[in-house]
């Protein structure tokens, strides 16, 4: 016997599909038309990494030659109590606090962005020479070549020029970009150079100047480029975000991305625009810090899920680790500072070789 189907008459409502559950391991929010899935590992690795980064901020802020206790120093960033605790806390570690976070989250942050666009865990900014450019600038500033710019801009601007030249270089490489990475090694050899021979035309006095544009280092950092960083961060950041989805599509084969409609030119044109613009104005602040840009996604891609591209994971491990990293080079020879990017390379050279090492348990973006 054939079932009769129901007829709508005029004025019936008209019935709604079942909603679809979401897919394992999400929380769905529903509001009218729009629809947002929320990955419980996702936001668990994010809320445990700000945890982590709240807690090693404290220590920051307590920790250094007028140690502080916690409350003292909660009372301190308020401007109250000891007015030499106030002072140090405010004018001495809180600015420095802020550039850490700032510039660990942009290197992380463009690091995951390069890492997802080459499909290479190894594949960093630094390594298409923006580093290296915008310490020739830099370096130039500070020894005297005529330049009226402030070592922050010069370092903008060589960041960028490093960048331009390598894009020139590598236009018509084929569509993963390896000629755009063998161009910016080359590159960034040659600022390099040009960095060394600088240095070997001027005193000592004035190469001890230009030396913490060599290294990377957060002390004294001026305000206006911290600025500058925070408003670009604060753009780049929903903009990556807003590529999530293209980059988890970007790490199959381009057949692939463009059948599920990803248009991959100009997708990664916006990729490497965003990771250089983000690696340029952290370079600005703390000079060249390149090792962030791989512990920081690797961290977060080691504990986040394998499903997407861990942008905002990637971003808190790389202020983590810039802000333990500061802390270690401020505490482990005191009295004498060792500049973070020494810090991080000590340590990030030891989990290159790691990451080099150990077998992969799955491929990676």
Not at 12 to 26: F, K, L, T
Not at 48 to 55: E, H, K, V
Request: with cysteine.
């Amino acid at each position: 016997m054939s079932e009769t189907v129901p007829m709508l008459r005029r004025g019936d409502a008209v019935p709604r599909p079942a909603p679809v559950p979401p897919p394992p391991g999400c929380w769905r929010l529903a509001r009218g038309e729009w629809h947002l899935l929320i990955e419980r590992r996702a936001l668990a690795v994010g809320l445990s990494l700000l945890a982590l980064l709240l807690a090693a901020s404290l220590a920051y802020l307590c920790l250094g030659q007028q140690w502080l206790s916690p409350a003292g120093a909660w009372v301190a960033l308020h401007g109250e109590g000891d007015v030499m605790a106030a002072f140090v806390v405010q004018e001495l570690r809180l600015p420095r606090l802020l550039a850490a976070w700032l510039t660990g989250a942009a290197f992380a942050l463009a690091g995951c962005l390069m890492q997802a666009l080459a499909r290479n865990r190894l594949a960093t900014p630094g390594i298409i020479g923006i580093d290296n450019g915008a310490t020739a600038f830099a370096v130039a500033s500070v020894v005297g070549l005529g330049a009226s710019l402030a070592p922050p801009a010069m370092a903008l601007a060589g960041a960028a020029t490093a960048a331009a030249v390598t894009f020139g270089v590598a236009s018509g490489g084929d569509t993963r970009g390896y000629r755009f990475i063998v161009a910016g090694i080359g590159i960034g050899a040659v600022f390099g150079a040009v960095t060394q021979v600088l240095l070997a035309r001027v005193d000592i006095d004035t190469a001890n100047a230009a030396y913490p544009w060599t290294v990377g280092t957060l002390n004294a950092r001026p305000g206006g480029a911290v600025t500058i960083l925070a408003l670009g961060l604060a753009v780049g950041w929903p903009l990556a975000l807003g590529l999530a989805r293209s980059l988890s599509l970007m790490r199959f084969s381009d057949a692939v991305a463009r059948g599920l409609g990803v248009g991959l030119r100009r997708r990664r044109a916006q990729v490497l625009a965003l990771s250089v613009l983000l690696t340029a104005l952290a370079v600005a602040v703390a000079g060249p810090v390149g090792m962030v840009a791989l512990i920081g996604p690797e961290i977060a891609r080691s504990l986040a899920s394998p499903r997407g591209v861990p942008l905002t994971a990637s971003a808190l491990a790389g202020a983590l680790v810039m802000v333990l990293a500061d802390l270690t080079g401020r505490l482990l020879l005191a009295p004498i500072e060792l500049p973070v990017g020494i810090v991080t390379a000590v340590v990030g050279g030891p989990w290159l070789l790691w990451i080099l090492m150990r077998p992969a348990k799955r491929k990676s973006p």
